[in-house]
């Protein structure tokens, strides 16, 4: 059964860690980051933060109301699509940054860091689509349960 609050707890937390990214992503030129190793390595672990606080949204979902949950995290984004929960066409594009956030983290492949700054300030809309989608699946979750 899905935890609405579980849930709920972990929206509130991307919310913060989205509060936390805003202003790099949004409002400091790619310059001012990359010349800052404090404002790039903010931002990377901020980042990072964002994309495993989604997958944990996407795994509770889907090991509570749908099935196992796929073998790797990107198609976690897919899985939802597959059950209306997220549009495929969304889904389809924030899944990628999953792979970002492996890059990121364990510096599987040199990773340009202009690359990653131009990716998450043209991307960060995406973060922000994704909290609004999730709030609404919870609230149809509470009407149904509600009912």
């Known amino acids: 059964m899905i935890s609405t609050e579980l849930l709920e707890k972990k929206l509130q937390l991307l919310?913060?860690?989205l509060d936390e990214l805003r202003p790099?992503?949004?409002?400091?030129s790619s310059d001012d980051i990359l010349q800052d190793n404090f404002k790039y390595h903010t931002a990377?672990?901020?980042?990072q933060l964002v994309v495993d606080t989604m997958i944990d949204i996407n795994i509770h979902i889907i090991k509570e109301s749908i099935a196992a949950a796929p073998d790797d995290l990107q198609s976690t984004f897919s899985t939802l699509a597959d059950h209306a929960i997220l549009p495929r066409n969304f889904a389809d594009k924030i899944a990628p940054t999953v792979g970002l956030r492996n890059r990121v983290v364990h510096r599987y492949e040199s990773l340009q860091r202009k690359t990653f700054v131009e990716l998450l300030k043209e991307n960060f809309s995406d973060f922000e689509q994704y909290l609004?989608?999730?709030?609404?699946?919870i609230e149809k979750v509470k009407t149904k349960t509600a009912s």
């Open 15 to 17: 919310v913060e860690y």
């Open 24 to 28: 790099i992503a949004i409002t400091m």
């Open 44 to 47: 990377e672990r901020v980042f």
């Open 132 to 137: 609004s989608l999730i709030q609404e699946y």
